[in-house]
C-alpha cells in the first residue's frame, strides 16, 4: 500500500536551516507530483510548496519562497523540503502528500513538527 | 485570508444531511479538481472527496459536487465520527499555487 514517512523535523532556533525528507513506497514514485502542507498550531492547512514528477517545475507560497527549496530523487524515492533562514512562523506540523491533478491526493504522510524557537 | 471561502462552521444531529461549501472564482474551482480532506483533532489529513471520486474506505454516504466556482461537500447520515474539521483544496492557475480553504469545524449534536 501506499506509504508516506516524513522526518526530519525538530527543534530549531531562528534563522538556523533544517532539512526534511519524505519516503515513499508502494506506487510509482517518478510519476507523481508531490506537495509539501503544513498546519501551524491551532491553524488550517497552509500548502508550502509542489514539485511537478520529474522535478521540471517548483512552486512556491510566497510566504516560503526563497528560503526553502523543494527537490526529489527519482532514484531513491525521496522528496525533500531544504528549509533556510528559519522563523517562529514557520513553526508547524510538516506534511508531504502526493499529488494528482495538481492537489494532494487521498495519500498523505503523518507528519513531521518543526519548532521554530530560541 | 484565504483564496477558497468555507463556512467556520456547521453543525448537525446524527441522521441529518449537512452540505458544506467552497467558493473561489475561475481560476481555481472553476478550472480544477477540487479535493476535500477531514482532519480529526489536528491528525493526519484524511481524502474524503477527490473531483467527484469517493477514496476507498469513505462511506458513501460523502458526495461531492461542483457548479461553476463553487465546490459542495455532503454527508447524508451524519454520524457522531463525522465530527472534524474539513478543508477544500485546488490548483489556482492565476497564482500557480495549491489553494485552500479556511476549513469548515463540523459539529455533530
Known amino acids: 500500500q501506499v506509504q508516506l514517512v516524513e522526518s526530519g523535523g525538530g527543534v530549531v532556533q531562528p534563522g538556523r536551516s533544517l532539512r526534511l525528507s519524505c519516503e515513499a513506497s508502494g506506487f510509482t514514485f517518478s510519476v507523481y507530483a508531490m506537495h509539501w502542507v503544513r498546519q501551524a498550531p491551532g491553524k488550517g492547512l497552509q500548502w508550502v510548496a509542489s514539485?511537478?514528477?520529474?522535478?521540471?517545475?517548483?512552486f512556491y507560497a510566497d510566504s516560503v519562497k526563497g528560503r526553502f527549496t523543494i527537490s526529489r530523487d527519482n532514484s531513491k524515492n525521496t522528496l525533500d523540503l531544504h528549509m533556510n533562514s528559519l522563523t517562529p512562523e514557520d513553526t508547524a506540523v510538516y506534511y508531504c502528500?502526493?499529488?494528482?491533478?495538481?492537489?494532494?491526493?487521498?495519500?498523505w504522510g503523518q507528519g513531521t513538527l518543526v519548532a521554530v524557537s530560541s | 485570508q484565504s483564496a477558497l471561502t468555507q463556512e467556520a462552521s456547521v453543525s448537525g444531529t446524527v441522521g441529518q444531511k449537512v452540505t458544506l461549501s467552497c467558493t473561489g472564482n475561475?481560476?481555481?474551482?472553476?478550472?480544477?479538481?477540487v479535493a476535500w480532506y477531514q482532519q480529526i483533532s489536528h491528525g493526519a489529513p484524511k481524502t474524503v472527496m477527490f473531483?467527484?471520486s469517493l477514496p476507498s474506505g469513505i462511506p458513501d454516504r460523502f458526495s461531492g459536487s461542483k457548479s461553476g466556482t463553487t465546490a459542495s461537500l455532503t454527508i447524508s447520515g451524519l454520524q457522531p465520527e463525522d465530527e472534524a474539521d474539513y478543508y477544500c483544496s485546488t490548483w489556482d492557475y492565476s497564482l500557480s499555487a495549491v489553494v485552500f480553504g479556511g476549513g469548515t469545524k463540523l459539529t455533530v449534536l
Open positions: 502528500a502526493r499529488g494528482r491533478q495538481l492537489v494532494p491526493d487521498e495519500n
Open positions: 473531483g467527484n
Open positions: 514539485l511537478l514528477y520529474d522535478g521540471s517545475q517548483k
Open positions: 475561475s481560476n481555481n474551482i472553476g478550472s480544477y479538481t
